[in-house]
């Protein structure tokens, strides 16, 4: 089968995925942002919370999709497939545009798809901003996919411009599409900012063209500036509360990303034949911004490790096509099909996502994760939108998503500043040591009109009962 012919098949699994829009990880927040913008697109307040706070989620893309749902009328879920059908197709075409600026080799965008979605490693690994194919099933509809695309239409775009002369209005459009990118999804932003260093490396632009591209970065960051949703510059300061989350990223690299080592050792002929490659000074980049997070403790930088591991697929996909002896190509080729074989047997889950788990066959069965349950039947029960949820873990984290706010977000809220306060009330609510009318005290004080699980009382009727025994109460007067 042809590397077109196979990136084509797995396009089309992942279109196939994205009518399920299997629901994990964030998909609950990007739900509830839609829900409060397509309520107010002015003064949508948190997501999650009753409270009039600005959110970093308020980004031009869910701006743009807030919009569309409020002038066609159609529900969330529907338009976060559209979101995903539309950044599916901004991060192809991306790609192909990108690598068209490395190689002219037909089959090359083909193979460098395939890398980008297979060269990982033996253990699975879903994160937002991460391109494996298992990961990006999950989170097809999220801003990060969307922001990916744009960053590589951006590279594109930006090697292009280095390369020749340079005229005003691409440089100008320039720093008006980093600064987008940047707020869709800050951490994808930071990739796309240490590519494009690379990229200005590599191109070696011409004073004037270099001038005028730094000149690019003013609009940009008057974009950034003047954004009215939320202060994009404030969020350096919230990165201490962002570090034990992604603690995490350090764990196991052998394991979530060891396939890549063979895109490392394809840097290598690229670094010998230019020591200013843009591959090669992106991956460098990329590495030493993850190292520095490791050895300082600052772990959300490892969020940059796209940054070290899309230079090396990349890498990895053109060496197969553009080796300098036609054996050697034909063994780069050889080593590079087992290695994608082998990311896609680890990641062939996905097409329980697409397919009935039951008519799998065992192994693969076997690799596939369940999504979560969504919280449809508390709706159908009588929550409605605006409704104040007394709710802990995973209802938490979804609820939001049918217009409900709950009394302490189920995500970090870095804009929230009672959130700690918040969330002590949820743990005081349900500890075991709390009485009735402490628990009540706690739902007058944020006007909790539901509660999920938890001890009953005299004050609480049992609205529902859904998947796994969880239950709905309803507050009474």
Do not use: N
């Not at 919009?67 to 991060?91: D, I, Y």
């Not at 192909?96 to 080799?105: G, K, M, S």
């Not at 034990?244 to 979530?256: F, K, M, N, T």
């Not at 959300?300 to 940054?307: D, T």
């Amino acid at each position: 089968m042809s590397a077109r012919a196979a990136a084509a098949l797995v396009v089309v699994l992942l279109l196939l995925v994205v009518v399920r829009l299997p629901w994990a990880g964030d998909l609950g927040m990007h739900a509830a942002t839609l829900q409060r913008l397509r309520h107010s697109l002015t003064h949508p307040g948190d997501p999650l919370v009753d409270a009039g706070t600005p959110s970093p989620y308020y980004s031009p893309w869910m701006l743009l999709l807030g919009l569309v749902a409020r002038l066609t009328g159609l529900s969330v879920f529907v338009v976060l497939r559209l979101a995903a059908l539309a950044g599916l197709a901004l991060l192809v075409t991306g790609v192909r545009r990108y690598v068209r600026t490395l190689t002219a080799h037909p089959a090359a965008p083909a193979l460098a798809l395939l890398s980008l979605l297979f060269l990982w490693g033996p253990a699975l690994f879903d994160w937002s901003g991460f391109l494996g194919l298992h990961s990006l099933a999950l989170t097809v509809s999220y801003p990060s996919v969307c922001a990916l695309g744009l960053t590589f239409h951006f590279w594109a775009w930006l090697t292009r411009t280095a390369r020749g002369p340079a005229g005003w209005g691409p440089v100008l459009g320039l720093g008006v599409l980093w600064a987008v990118i940047l707020l869709c999804h800050q951490f994808t932003g930071v990739v796309a900012s240490l590519g494009a260093t690379a990229v200005i490396v590599a191109a070696r632009p011409a004073r004037g063209t270099l001038l005028r591209l730094g000149a690019g970065l003013v609009p940009g960051l008057l974009v950034l500036w003047l954004w009215p949703y939320y202060d994009f510059f404030a969020l350096f300061s919230a990165g201490g509360d962002l570090e034990a989350i992604h603690r995490s990223l350090y764990r196991d690299p052998a394991g979530r990303f060891g396939f890549a080592a063979l895109g490392v050792a394809a840097l290598v002929p690229r670094w010998r034949r230019d020591r200013r490659d843009a591959l090669v000074v992106f991956f460098l980049l990329g590495a030493a911004v993850c190292a520095a997070g490791g050895l300082t403790g600052h772990y959300s930088w490892g969020r940059a490790l796209p940054a070290a591991l899309i230079p090396a697929q990349l890498a990895a996909a053109l060496e197969a096509v553009s080796a300098g002896r036609r054996a050697v190509r034909r063994g780069w080729a050889c080593v590079l099909l087992a290695a994608l074989a082998a990311g896609a047997w680890t990641q062939a889950g996905t097409l329980g996502y697409v397919v009935d788990r039951d008519a799998l066959p065992g192994v693969v069965a076997a690799k596939y994760r369940a999504p979560w349950a969504g919280c449809q039947w508390m709706v159908r029960a009588g929550l409605r939108y605006g409704d104040v949820v007394m709710a802990r873990t995973f209802p938490a984290r979804q609820l939001p998503a049918y217009g409900a706010y709950t009394v302490a977000p189920g995500y970090p809220d870095l804009f929230l500043r009672d959130a700690g306060r918040r969330e002590a009330a949820v743990a005081r609510y349900y500890a075991g040591g709390t009485d009735a009318a402490g628990r009540r005290d706690i739902l007058r004080e944020y006007g909790a009109r539901w509660v999920v699980d938890g001890p009953p009382a005299p004050w609480l009727r049992k609205a529902a009962v859904g998947p796994g025994g969880r239950t709905l109460y309803r507050v009474l007067p």
